[in-house]
């Protein structure tokens, strides 16, 4: 089955400074990659996604890259703001079925 | 409406107990999926509904029986559980069709089991 490594686990950076977390997928079939924000106590809220077919995308401060071959991909947020702080869960989805697999999760500290 | 909704938000039961969990959506998905969440871990897939039959069941224990009574409703049926199975118990939907794999979550429910 998909095994997704997130890292770091843990990243504290500075109000408007980028923070930057990494991926990597197993299987090859994987089409589809979402990342996941999840504050304390409260539901995972996707907040950017990317296919397989495409490289980069970009939604104000968030951007993700994906690159197929080494079967990685990285969430940037720029700009960082307190309320940026939360853990961030990457996922893969197979390609065949309905299977979503998550990374372990990063927990996103800004510092005002 | 673009919510998932799930019921109830807190629950704790006995090891000899039955219980239900209850999850709805309106948004027309045609696939629901049941996740448990352990404190500082990711959510972990249980069970998959794709058009109100099960796809995907991730061997889960038999005291847990899920149930799509129709393409807007998901129960989760709990009985003679485990400490152990005290976690948030998370629905999602998604669209079943090829290419929409947005998944949404509900609120979840934080399960006690004493």
């Known amino acids: 089955g998909e095994n997704v490594e997130q890292h770091p686990s843990t990243l504290s950076v500075q109000e408007g400074d980028s923070a930057v977390i990494k991926c990597t997928y197993s299987?090859?079939?994987?089409?589809?990659f979402p990342w996941y924000k999840q504050e304390l106590g409260k539901r995972p809220q996707l907040i950017i996604d990317?296919?397989?077919?495409?490289g980069e995308k970009k939604d104000q401060r968030i951007a993700v890259t994906l690159n197929k071959t080494a079967k990685h991909f990285s969430l940037h947020i720029t700009e960082t703001q307190p309320e940026d702080s939360a853990v961030y869960f990457c996922?893969?989805?197979?390609?065949?079925?309905?299977?979503?697999?998550f990374g372990t999760g990063t927990k996103l500290q800004v510092i005002p | 409406d673009t919510e998932v909704t799930q019921t109830p938000k807190h629950l704790v039961m006995g090891m000899t107990n039955k219980k239900s969990l209850k999850c709805e959506q309106h948004?027309?998905?045609?696939?629901m999926y049941w996740y448990k969440q352990k404190a500082k871990k990711p959510p972990e897939l249980m069970f998959v509904y794709s058009y109100e039959k099960l796809s995907i069941n991730e061997s889960v224990p038999s005291r847990f029986s899920p149930e799509c009574p129709n393409s807007s409703l998901l129960n989760l049926h709990l009985h003679a559980l485990q400490p152990e199975d005290s976690a948030l118990y998370l629905c999602?939907?998604?669209?079943?069709?090829?290419?929409?794999?947005?998944?949404?979550f509900g609120p979840g429910t934080r399960l006690t089991v004493t």
């Open positions: 996922a893969a989805r197979d390609g065949g079925y309905q299977k979503v697999t």
């Open positions: 990317i296919r397989s077919n495409v």
């Open positions: 299987d090859s079939a994987s089409n589809y």
């Open positions: 999602a939907s998604s669209q079943a069709r090829q290419g929409a794999y947005e998944q949404y």
């Open positions: 948004m027309g998905h045609r696939a």
